[in-house]
């Protein structure tokens, strides 16, 4: 009791209001931006709709990025190198062009050119809060023990934050059940978000030091070394020896690289920097922790060649796409650390967030960026082989060629089809008529490369073959009000998989249904059968509504009316999976 007293305090309480008040103060738009940022993610879970969601998607990522951006220039000014007004309106000034320059469509599954923006300037936003304090400070100790401090800060309040949401959420569900008090389940989301928000950026906040104490730090975390030693090290080790067993292994069968190893690579490289960063101030106290600073980019150069060629291998099979061009233009910064420390005396650590951010404002923003980059080359790869076949006359493309393209020349042309058809699609819709720009624009996405594909009657090679993935999703044009047909029995069904079945029973009346093939459905009622064939969903483009998912069977005793409501199938593989309801009506009722 006494220890919950003392708890209590007046001068506990004064005090941690005190740090709380402070840390508002020292970042007041950083903790502005999370609070903010917190509301409309509640508000939008409390609307239960995706569009309101959808709707606020840009404002969210702006608040989203206001986090780190103010809080890196918010720390800046604390050295008072430059006027702290004009900092903090220059931030405001950034995210108001973000605001009002960046563009979500909901209608597009993925994205791509929003979510490069947004996660570019995230990245660099956050690469800021490690270096802009020390610009100017040429001191390799100091900024460690800046960036320890911010690594350890980051540990304690998801630690603090993590524990504060189970015993929040463990209290809830205890007042729920023991008083029946019927809480709404987005109560719950609520506290994650405002927890995951706006109280872990006060904690993190509240636990960075001023940067006076920090600079006279000079103490190394025991802990800090035994994760690195004990933890981050055999994990290093471990993608080390798997990397250079397959290296062997390729260079004795004389094969190519595959291209899932370049992700390996990248999480060996991006652990083992991380594992240089941590042991840096004990580099020359340790025997081992030396030799590790010396041989790691050594052991790391052939992986970069291994990671180079599993991605040009790629890009010269299918082209450039974003992703492709993130791994490339990563491989070469790591190329570049791995020579700069391998040629370097002075190993100075700050060239790595600086080269860092250097990398992420390429691939973001300007002609050398992922998505120009990939424009450019997927565009140029598809019009040298249109152009090459004459598929591509007076701008426009040739139906019912029948023309066989090589391996190559087919890889190159389903690349850029595929990529133009979702990222550009104005490209492809220049090269055709006015009918045919109608039906392209109705087909889903994903499908309209094997629409253009089919047009130009073009063979398949074994390439296309394999990785036909035509995707059927029909959705069912809905009234507000609808017929029952006058049924004995109706049954909603929601057959997935291969071998699905039900059983109901009612009225002593036994109904099973099951699941034949993908496009048929059998039900067995009193010893009677009736077949559902809906094969025709298969002759509709891609993603469309429609009226015509009604399907009749009929037997001696029973009428039965199918009406879908969804189907969905990708791939000749997959298996296909819809729902709908079943009406049952008896005959002679």
């Not at 879970?45 to 709707?55: A, K, L, T």
């Not at 100017?136 to 304690?156: A, G, M, P, Y």
């Not at 073959?465 to 809905?478: E, L």
Request: glycine fraction near 6%; charged fraction near 20%; include cysteine.
């Amino acid at each position: 009791m006494s220890t919950i007293k003392e708890l209590l305090s007046k001068e506990n309480l004064r005090t941690a209001f005190g740090r709380l008040l402070h840390s508002h103060r020292r970042f007041p738009l950083a903790l502005l931006s999370a609070f903010v940022l917190a509301t409309l993610l509640i508000y939008s879970i409390s609307q239960e709709d995706d569009q309101v969601f959808e709707g606020l998607i840009e404002t969210i990522s702006t608040f989203v990025l206001g986090i780190p951006l103010m809080f890196s220039l918010e720390l800046l000014a604390e050295r008072k190198w430059w006027n702290k007004w004009m900092l903090l309106a220059g931030g405001l000034f950034v995210l108001v062009i973000y605001f009002f320059t960046t563009e979500f469509h909901p209608e597009d599954n993925e994205n791509i050119p929003f979510l490069i923006r947004f996660l570019g300037l995230a990245l660099i936003f956050h690469l800021m809060v490690s270096v802009l304090p020390y610009l100017k400070v040429r001191d390799q100790q100091k900024f460690w023990n800046f960036n320890k401090t911010l690594f350890l800060s980051i540990l304690i309040s998801a630690l603090y934050s993590a524990t504060l949401l189970a015993g929040l959420n463990l209290a809830i569900l205890a007042i729920d059940q023991l008083f029946e008090a019927n809480i709404d389940g987005k109560v719950y989301g609520y506290v994650a978000v405002f927890i995951g928000t706006y109280v872990n950026t006060t904690l993190f906040a509240n636990n960075v030091p001023n940067l006076e104490e920090i600079d006279n730090e000079l103490s190394y975390p025991k802990g800090l070394k035994l994760f690195t030693q004990y933890v981050l090290l055999p994990l290093v080790a471990i993608y080390l020896i798997i990397l250079l067993s397959y290296e062997v292994k390729i260079l004795l069968q004389w094969e190519l690289p595959k291209g899932w190893v370049s992700n390996l690579v990248l999480a060996s490289g991006v652990f083992g920097v991380l594992a240089f960063l941590l042991l840096y101030p004990i580099k020359n106290s340790s025997s081992w922790v030396g030799r590790f600073n010396k041989l790691y980019y050594w052991i790391l150069l052939p992986l970069i060649v291994l990671m180079m060629v599993a991605i040009y291998v790629r890009i010269d099979q299918y082209g450039v796409t974003e992703p492709r061009y993130l791994v490339a233009i990563l491989a070469c910064w790591l190329l570049g650390i791995s020579l700069y420390f391998i040629i370097s005396s002075k190993d100075e650590i700050w060239w790595i967030p600086l080269s860092l951010i250097a990398v992420a404002f390429i691939a973001t923003f300007g002609p050398l960026s992922s998505i120009s980059v990939a424009e450019r080359n997927q565009e140029r790869r598809m019009t040298e082989v249109l152009n090459k076949y004459n598929l591509l006359p007076e701008g426009k493309l040739v139906k019912n060629s029948e023309m066989k393209l090589t391996t190559e020349d087919a890889d190159k042309l389903s690349g850029g089809l595929d990529y133009l058809s979702r990222r550009r699609p104005e490209v492809i819709l220049a090269m055709l008529s006015e009918d045919d720009q109608k039906t392209f624009m109705e087909s889903i996405e994903y499908n309209r490369k094997d629409l253009l594909w089919d047009w130009m009657t073009l063979e398949k090679t074994a390439t296309e073959q394999v990785g036909d993935q035509r995707t059927i999703n029909v959705y069912r044009q809905r009234e507000s009000l609808e017929k029952a047909f006058n049924a004995d029995y109706v049954m909603e069904v929601y057959p997935s998989g291969k071998d699905w079945s039900m059983t109901s029973s009612i009225d002593s009346v036994e109904i099973k249904v099951m699941k034949v093939g993908d496009t048929k459905l059998r039900i067995e009622i009193e010893d009677e059968e009736l077949i559902f064939d809906f094969l025709e969903v298969f002759q509709l483009p891609g993603e469309v509504k429609t009226e015509k998912l009604t399907f009749e069977s009929g037997s001696t005793g029973w009428k039965g009316i199918l009406i879908l409501n969804s189907f969905y199938k990708k791939g000749d593989k997959g298996f296909s999976n819809f729902d709908g309801k079943i009406y049952l009506i008896r005959k002679g009722d």
